[in-house]
Nanobody, 125 residues
Framework: QVQLVESGGGSVQAGGSLRLSCAAS????????MGWFRQAPGKEREGVAA????????YFADSVKGRFIISRDNAKNTVFLQMFSLRPEDTAMYYC??????????????????WGQGTQVTVSS
């Protein structure tokens, strides 16, 4: 089992920044994908960003490209999501996720099997 604990959510005005953190513990050696998903009320969960911890390959949803950065500290089993230029439409519950890459060095949404409890991000206009 892998346990994930998110932190760093909060409320910010449009144009502001937030940094989310996700600390992983447990059988982390079994995972090489870490990522962030979000779900807004009434909407489906969507992938935001992911990183292949084995080599650093990253993925970003089109809606956040150029505004969000995902990084990791392998020694601390922690992944970060730095969010800049936040918009009201970024408002959602953000979930950290971990898993094992099924094909090569890329993390697909179905590769994620461990989930955190979520941290709320609210962006006001």
């Amino acid at each position: 089992q892998v346990q994930l604990v998110e932190s760093g959510g909060g409320s910010v005005q449009a144009g502001g920044s937030l940094r989310l953190s996700c600390a992983a513990s447990g059988y982390t050696y079994s995972t090489n994908c870490m990522g962030w998903f979000r779900q807004a009320p009434g909407k489906e969960r969507e992938g935001v960003a992911a990183i292949y911890t084995g080599g650093g390959t990253t993925y970003f949803a089109d809606s956040v490209k150029g505004r969000f950065i995902i990084s990791r500290d392998n020694a601390k089993n922690t992944v970060f999501l730095q969010m800049f230029s936040l918009r009201p439409e970024d408002t959602a519950m953000y979930y950290c996720a971990a898993g094992a890459a099924s094909m090569g060095a890329f993390c697909y949404p179905e590769d994620f099997g461990y989930w955190g409890q979520g941290t709320q991000v609210t962006v006001s206009s």
